[in-house]
């Protein structure tokens, strides 16, 4: 099962893969990406790690398509999935030509997951920053209303301004799930666990 981010560079689609593994209880991450010669590396990160090297602290920062395992035992069920983080894609066509390689790379990912989490900054709605939800977002919904599984993940949900956020989201995306979430407090972290298990049942 390959469940997809995907989403505006820094709405905090990477943050939100490290600390729902910190959720599950896993305490490493398996991360695989491409090694910059046509191959994969492989390498195990403890999650701190993970932050520190795989999180933004400046936009854009993931730069390759990168997946981790996420695995829980859940009563008889077992939650396995193969998590891919991607890069943010950006408003408009980009002028640069990897950027606009990413975004396809992305796309196509999208055309494969069976699970697709579009992560939107709620925070943002009123804001000119950069990932501030926009027509990408709104394509983004339209296209993933017709998917079996796609949800929209209302991201930091602890920040000034994201109540009205996600008011503003639910009435611009309608008819898709819409799930509030702030990986700093893990709001909604139970619900998008519940979300998966759903899927993969
Ligand atoms: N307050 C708050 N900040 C968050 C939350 N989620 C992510 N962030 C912050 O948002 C910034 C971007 O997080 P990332 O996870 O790197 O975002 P991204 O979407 O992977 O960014 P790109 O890889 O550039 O596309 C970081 O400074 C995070 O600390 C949240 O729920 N609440
Ligand atoms: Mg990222």
Same mark, same amino acid.
């Given at each position: 099962?390959?469940?997809?981010?995907?989403?505006?560079?820094?709405?905090?689609?990477?943050?939100?893969?490290?600390?729902?593994?910190?959720?599950? *209880?896993?305490?490493? =991450? #398996? /991360?695989?990406?491409? %090694?910059?010669? !046509?191959?994969?590396?492989?390498?195990?990160?403890?999650? &701190?790690?993970?932050?520190?090297?795989?999180?933004?602290?400046?936009?854009?920062?993931?730069?390759?398509?990168?997946?981790?395992?996420?695995?829980?035992?859940? *009563?008889?069920?077992? =939650? #396995? /999935?193969?998590?891919? %983080?991607?890069? !943010?894609?950006?408003?408009?066509?980009?002028?640069?030509? &990897?950027?606009?390689?990413?975004?396809?790379?992305?796309?196509?990912?999208?055309?494969?997951?069976?699970?697709?989490?579009?992560?939107?900054?709620?925070?943002?709605?009123?804001?000119?920053?950069?990932?501030?939800?926009?027509?990408?977002?709104?394509?983004?919904?339209?296209?993933?209303?017709?998917?079996?599984?796609?949800?929209?993940?209302?991201?930091?949900?602890?920040?000034?301004?994201?109540?009205?956020?996600?008011?503003?989201?639910?009435?611009?995306?309608?008819?898709?799930?819409?799930?509030?979430?702030?990986?700093?407090?893990?709001?909604?972290?139970?619900?998008?666990?519940?979300?998966?298990?759903?899927?993969?049942?």
């Amino acid at each position: 099962m390959h469940l997809v981010t995907v989403g505006k560079p820094n709405v905090g689609k990477t943050l939100l893969l490290i600390n729902f593994a910190a959720y599950l *209880g896993l305490t490493e =991450l #398996r /991360v695989e990406l491409p %090694d910059g010669e !046509g191959g994969q590396q492989v390498k195990r990160l403890s999650l &701190d790690r993970a932050r520190r090297d795989l999180m933004s602290w400046s936009t854009p920062k993931t730069r390759v398509i990168q997946t981790a395992i996420l695995e829980q035992p859940v *009563g008889r069920q077992r =939650l #396995r /999935v193969l998590a891919v %983080d991607t890069p !943010g894609i950006p408003e408009g066509i980009s002028p640069n030509p &990897d950027q606009r390689h990413l975004t396809a790379l992305t796309l196509e990912w999208l055309t494969t997951a069976q699970m697709v989490v579009h992560v939107v900054d709620a925070s943002a709605v009123h804001s000119t920053r950069p990932e501030s939800p926009g027509a990408f977002d709104l394509a983004l919904a339209r296209y993933g209303h017709q998917l079996a599984s796609y949800i929209v993940v209302a991201n930091k949900m602890d920040k000034v301004g994201s109540a009205e956020g996600l008011r503003a989201i639910r009435d611009a995306y309608q008819d898709v799930p819409i799930l509030p979430v702030s990986c700093i407090t893990r709001r909604g972290f139970r619900d998008l666990k519940q979300w998966i298990l759903r899927t993969m049942a």
